[in-house]
Every structure is written in structure tokens, then in C-alpha cells.
């Protein structure tokens, strides 16, 4: 059974930092492409990063380049976003997700709010 458990999100003021994690099982995380997307309140659900299943290419959305980093370890079946210089505009619903077979599979997410 396919598990996605993310956790690390919090309250944090304009300009910090949040480190979020994904844990996954059920499937062969070493070689699958992960993604986070996020969802703030009244819009739809967007890309925020990728990663290949070796670590070695990375995308980000324009609005978090240079302020994110994702990254992986696939000895733990784990994957990280690292987030610094948050912004109010960042406040959402982070999940972790990966597509197999035209199927995708969604974490419960992690709430994050920017805030002063």
C-alpha cells in the first residue's frame, strides 16, 4: 500500500525557514521522480518542485527559485524541501506526490502559514 506521510510544516514570520519531509512506502522510492505541490486557501493546487529518482536534475516554479531546495534520500525513502525567505504569498498546503501508470498518489500534506 502506497504511503505518503509529510510533515514539518508550522507558523512561521516573513523571512524564515521551514524544512518539510516526505516518507514514503509501499513502492520503489529509489526509482521514482517526486514532486511537491502546494495549495493556498481558494486557489488550486500548483508545482512547486521535482526531483529524478537519483537526485541528480531538479525543477523548481519560478516563485520559489533560489528560495527552495529539494532534495532526497533514498537510503531512508525520504524527500525534503528546504524552504528559506518565506513569503505570506508561500502559506498553504504542502504535498508530497509521484505519478505511476497515469496514477497519482497524494500525501495528506503539511500546512504552512507565513505570518507576522
Known amino acids: 500500500q502506497v504511503q505518503l506521510v509529510e510533515s514539518g510544516g508550522g507558523l512561521v514570520q516573513p523571512g524564515g525557514s521551514l524544512r518539510l519531509s516526505c516518507v514514503a512506502s509501499?513502492?520503489?522510492?529509489?526509482?521514482?521522480?517526486m514532486n511537491w505541490y502546494r495549495q493556498a486557501p481558494g486557489k488550486e493546487r500548483e508545482f512547486v518542485a521535482s526531483?529524478?529518482?537519483?537526485?541528480?536534475?531538479?525543477k523548481y516554479a519560478d516563485s520559489v527559485k533560489g528560495r527552495f531546495t529539494i532534495s532526497r534520500d533514498n537510503a531512508k525513502n525520504t524527500m525534503s524541501l528546504q524552504m528559506n525567505s518565506l513569503k505570506s504569498e508561500d502559506t498553504g498546503r504542502y504535498f508530497c506526490?509521484?505519478?505511476?501508470?497515469?496514477?497519482?498518489?497524494w500525501g495528506q500534506g503539511t500546512q504552512v502559514i507565513v505570518s507576522s
Open positions: 526531483i529524478f529518482s537519483r537526485g541528480d536534475r531538479r
Open positions: 506526490h509521484f505519478q505511476l501508470d497515469a496514477t497519482d498518489y
Open positions: 509501499g513502492f520503489t522510492f529509489s526509482s521514482t521522480g
